[in-house]
């Protein structure tokens, strides 16, 4: 009889003492049995103790955490967490270097447990630990476990952070700032000054004085990627806390801002040309949380964009109408001279300038931009095709303004939408997911990656317009082409902006189309959601359907051959179910049947209710000589035998696969309906052998189609029939 589920059975340890073997009752108070433990190794003052967990972490157990006890774990007796934290506190401070150096070693172990940690800061723990840092006069391995105890206990949540005081940060931001400093030192410092950042906006002010990123850069091109990822990590803090102004300021002009400010040199080439090279195009793979912390980079350096992004065109601002005029002066100035028009032949002209340049107002463009997203940041985008690749810029546009009117890409349009398909891509404006490291490598490479990234997509956008042959009635289409020709290519991570351009190339619309077919070949239907759907729903009435046709067969019966010792004449006999499926009616025939054959002229019969199992192949009795006779390796495919009381046997050999299958199949199900039940598991392996359970597994795997057939009368139209062998 298995334990009551509230009983425990665990194992016991205390030092210098044999192990107790006892079973813990979680109905009753924790401190019982710990006055329990404690009496069976003579222990006085049980309320000075506590069970601890003698593997892993060793967490001590509370009464909220005694649930997750089980059965064959090992404790541990120990001092109570108040006690421990008590003794601690008075170590830490004692005189002896080499007594203060054991109880911060064992403080840096004891703090990830928050019982313990609560215990200790109420002793005001921290305020000690905040002031031997204050102090500098801890070095190495004490001054590390010291950090480590103190973020630790921090990371609960018990205390704020914004208690800690300027000396302390400035200690702090000291480790960082120091070119010479212990490995261990710098990883917990860098720790501590990102967890100030993230948790409080005073404390970021005051970290951003004392931290540079060229302080930090140094950081970044050491050999150890543990030293990389922490610095990386806090450069995202402080990036993350930056002030909205300090961000945009940045975006505008981020050339012009000092290395100073953290938010503004993010962009900064030399920062990304340290990350790229030093990191990401380093010797040593990069490990996971790495990737996660170049992820974060990635998606704050992109969410520089939002401000743009989320910013509608002023129709009436002369500065952003001037943008539209030059994006239409870089391709039309040559053709035309403006000044020698006169102002309504100039509106005409620019009118028409502005339909080829594909805008969708054709009389006031800037209307275009008034959505949001994407904003002006689409303005930005052309202006940067044009002016920086101003040679794409005119091809792009004269290209279409000379092809018929319904084929014709329009530029404007395309762009203002590509815009908004890239946003989407790279969830401009979000913020980072925790747990994801999806970093793209090639958007490190350039100071103007996004821009860079934009140029390329519309050129792939006018290639795919092109191939698909598209008009103004196939933009949505088109567009769906070319967000999965670039989701794919982001899927291969390319280095570089090159290879970006390499993967693109290889995913023109006719291999899109390729890949598409290709993959829902290889999907099984089966298993998309809507078919599932259907599976479950329809499977009991499509089963029963099987079991019915099955049914039907047996009752209109099969004729078998005889087999004897010495086979000079063959012989034939038949079997039927009764219509009412309780009875199997058998005799012998001296030929095969012309038609039915009726009950009345079956003289032997056997009660379903008394067929204990259905054998096959080897198993059956009058097959276990005949087995091992090369001749008689195709009537073994076909035999099988119904074994019924009192230990007798049927025997069977098909006349065919299509026959054996039906009377196999159709005998399994009948059994299972005989006995008041489906046939379960258990059910098949006391009643089947291994080869009817593997038929009876792919009756239940049938494929089910769109409709049930009608229930066949002639034996060729069995539609679910399964060919073996």
């Given at each position: 009889?298995?334990?009551p ?6 194992a ?26 404690c009496d069976?190794w003579?222990?006085s ?5 506590a ?8 967490l ?18 120990a ?27 064992e ?9 313990f ?14 002031r ?12 590390a ?5 103190f973020?630790?206990l ?7 952070w ?36 993230l948790?409080?906006q ?31 990590a806090?450069?995202?803090?402080l ?16 050339l ?20 790229l ?38 129709p ?14 870089v391709?039309f ?13 100039r ?9 080829m ?10 209307m ?9 940041l ?20 004269l ?9 014709e ?23 980072p997911?925790?747990g994801?490291?999806?970093y ?21 956008l006018n290639?795919t ?19 999965e020709?670039?989701?794919?290519a ?18 023109s ?7 598409r ?10 298993q998309?959601?809507?078919?599932i ?6 499977q ?8 019915q ?13 005889k087999?004897g010792?010495?086979?000079r ?19 012998d ?16 019969k ?21 087995s ?23 025997n ?13 199949d159709?005998?399994?199900a ?8 489906e ?17 009876l ?14 229930i ?6 069995y ?7």
């Amino acid at each position: 009889m298995p334990p009551p589920s509230d009983i425990v059975k665990v194992a016991i340890e205390w030092p210098g003492a044999n192990a107790q073997l006892t079973e813990i009752d979680q109905k009753k108070p924790l401190s019982s049995i710990i006055r329990e433990v404690c009496d069976g190794w003579s222990l006085s003052g049980s309320e000075q103790f506590a069970l601890r967990y003698a593997d892993g972490p060793q967490l001590y157990i509370t009464e909220l955490s005694r649930s997750e006890i089980k059965n064959g774990t090992i404790l541990r007796l120990a001092i109570s967490p108040g006690r421990a934290a008590r003794q601690l506190l008075e170590r830490i401070q004692s005189h002896g270097i080499d007594a203060r150096l054991e109880a911060l070693k064992e403080l840096a172990k004891l703090s990830a447990d928050i019982t313990f940690a609560t215990e200790f800061i109420n002793m005001e723990g921290i305020t000690v630990l905040a002031r031997l840092v204050e102090s500098g006069t801890n070095f190495g391995e004490m001054l590390a476990f010291t950090l480590t105890a103190f973020l630790e206990l921090m990371d609960h949540g018990i205390v704020s952070w914004e208690l800690l005081s300027v000396p302390f940060i400035k200690q702090i931001a000291g480790y960082v700032n120091q070119p010479m400093v212990d490995v261990s030192i710098l990883q917990r410092s860098l720790a501590i000054l990102e967890s100030m950042v993230l948790n409080s906006q005073s404390l970021y002010q005051r970290v951003a004085h004392e931290i540079t990123v060229g302080q930090l850069i140094g950081h970044l091109q050491v050999s150890n990627q543990e030293i990389q990822t922490y610095a990386i990590a806090l450069i995202n803090a402080l990036f993350l806390k930056a002030p909205e102004d300090r961000r945009q300021e940045e975006h505008t002009n981020p050339l012009d801002l000092p290395l100073t400010e953290m938010a503004s040199t993010l962009v900064q080439k030399h920062l990304r040309s340290i990350i790229l090279n030093h990191i990401i195009r380093g010797n040593r793979p990069i490990k996971a949380e790495m990737a996660h912390q170049l992820y974060v980079l990635q998606v704050l350096t992109f969410n520089l964009l939002e401000e743009r992004m989320m910013t509608k065109m002023d129709p009436s601002d002369q500065t952003q109408r001037d943008i539209i005029f030059e994006l239409r002066r870089v391709v039309f100035d040559a053709e035309s001279d403006p000044n020698s028009s006169s102002a309504e032949k100039r509106k005409t002209m620019y009118t028409k300038d502005y339909k080829m340049l594909g805008f969708t107002n054709h009389v006031n463009p800037a209307m275009d931009f008034t959505q949001t997203p994407p904003g002006m940041l689409a303005l930005d985008n052309m202006l940067y095709l044009a002016k920086g690749h101003q040679d794409t810029y005119i091809r792009i546009v004269l290209e279409n303004s000379s092809r018929e009117d319904k084929h014709e890409c329009p530029f404007g349009r395309c762009a203002i939408e590509l815009t908004r398909m890239l946003c989407e891509i790279l969830q401009v404006g979000e913020l980072p997911n925790e747990g994801c490291n999806d970093y793209h490598p090639m958007f490190f490479t350039h100071d103007r990656a996004w821009e860079e990234f934009f140029c390329v997509c519309i050129q792939l956008l006018n290639k795919t317009w092109k191939e698909m042959r598209a008009t103004a009635e196939d933009f949505n289409k088109v567009m769906q082409v070319v967000r999965e020709q670039i989701t794919r290519a982001l899927g291969m991570k390319p280095n570089s902006l090159d290879q970006f351009k390499v993967k693109l190339r290889g995913l023109s619309y006719s291999e899109v189309l390729r890949l598409r077919q290709s993959e829902r070949m290889s999907q099984d239907d089966f298993q998309s959601p809507p078919i599932i759907e259907l599976r479950e729903r329809i499977q009991p009435e499509i089963l029963e359907l099987i079991k019915q046709q099955r049914f039907n067969r047996l009752c209109e019966g099969s004729c078998f051959r005889k087999i004897g010792n010495r086979r000079r004449q063959e012989k034939f006999w038949f079997c039927r179910l009764s219509l009412n499926h309780k009875v199997l009616h058998y005799g012998d025939l001296e030929e095969p049947p012309q038609g039915e054959v009726p009950f009345e002229s079956l003289t032997d019969k056997i009660p379903v209710a008394d067929i204990k199992s259905v054998v096959t192949g080897k198993d059956c009795p009058h097959m276990k000589e005949k087995s091992a006779l090369k001749q008689n390796k195709e009537v073994l495919e076909l035999a099988f035998s119904i074994l019924h009381d009192p230990d007798e046997a049927l025997n069977f050999v098909a006349p065919n696969k299509y026959e054996y299958c039906i009377w196999t199949d159709g005998l399994c199900a009948l059994i299972g309906r005989e006995m008041g039940s489906e046939l379960t598991r258990s059910d098949l392996d006391t009643l089947l052998s291994m080869e009817m359970k593997l038929r009876l597994l792919d009756l239940e795997n049938i494929q089910i189609p769109e409709a049930p057939p009608p229930i066949p009368k002639e034996p060729s139209s069995y539609n679910f029939v399964y060919h073996y062998g």
